[in-house]
Structures are given as C-alpha cells and as structure tokens.
C-alpha cells in the first residue's frame, strides 16, 4: 500500500546520476520535494514526463521546492539519460537492493521488478501532504503536483 498523505515520508539516501548521495532528510527544514517514482530510463512516456519536468523546472525545482525522480536504473545508466535529454535535477537509483525504496512508498511491482508511476509531495517537515500512483502505461497530470504545491506555499 502507497504511503498517504499525511503520513511521515520513509527516509533514503541513494545516488543520483552523478554518484553523489542525495538524502531526503537533508532537504527537511529548507525545501518542500516532489518525489517522482518512474519505470525505466529511456521508455517513451517516462522521458516525456520527465521532459515536461525539465521544460517547467522553475516550478519544479527552485528555492521552496526540489525535485527528486526515482527508479531501477543504475546511476550509469541515469547519467547518460541525464546527458542526452538534459535534466538538470537529480535522478536518483534505487538499484541495489533493487526498488528498496520503492518499496517502502509502496509503488514497486514485484511482478515486473520496477517503479509504478508514484507521485509524492512532501513539504518542508517530511510529511506527505499529497500523493497518486498511476499504473505504468499512464502519465502523471503536472498540473495536479502544481496544484498541491501551490497548496503549500
């Protein structure tokens, strides 16, 4: 089950395209997050999902607010994607121990070993003020993540 609003967001740390560590925890206090679980780098509606977060990074990621998108795919893996599509924030590998994190938010398949298509916004205090989870074919609706931001400010 998908963690819920209000609900305190499970920690991590895990390393993004660059193999640096990046930890939820650190943004707690100074930024709210969007955390982003997505199926695979390279598939056709997770670049375009993951490119209209790029195109529209001032609300996605800015002084109140960081993104953060998560998946399988090894940091290797995500750097090369991060270069040729040009995403600037960070893409972060729940590669090993394979969708432990995933896990934990409750939107990993067993049945396939990847990310469903989870969306949490976490506000400053680490609490999920607002959650979906659509099935992998589907792409996520920006405009709601946008509306539960400005619900924050």
């Known amino acids: 089950m998908p963690v819920e609003a209000g609900q305190e967001a499970p920690d991590f740390e895990l390393r993004d395209q660059h193999g640096q560590l990046v930890r939820l925890s ?25 490119c209209a977060l790029r195109d529209e990074g001032d609300v996605f990621s800015n002084d109140d607010t960081q993104m953060l ?26 590669f090993w121990p394979h969708g ?4 934990r938010y409750g939107v990993f398949d067993d049945r396939l ?4 298509r989870g969306t949490f916004v976490i506000d400053r205090d680490g609490i999920v003020r607002w959650t979906t989870v659509n099935a992998i074919p589907d792409a996520r609706d920006n405009d709601e993540v946008k509306h539960a931001l400005a619900a924050l400010a």
């Not at 650190?26 to 993951?50: H, I, K, M």
């Not at 998108?69 to 729940?94: C, E, N």
């Open 26 to 50: 650190d943004y707690r206090g100074t930024r709210n997050v969007v955390l982003v679980f997505y199926p695979l780098a390279f598939s056709r509606v997770c670049q375009g999902e993951l």
């Open 100 to 103: 432990e994190v995933a896990r």
């Open 113 to 116: 070993g990847i990310a469903l």
């Open 69 to 94: 998108a998560i998946s399988v795919d090894s940091s290797a893996v995500l750097r090369r994607w991060a270069q040729d599509q040009g995403y600037d924030f960070p893409l972060l590998a729940d």
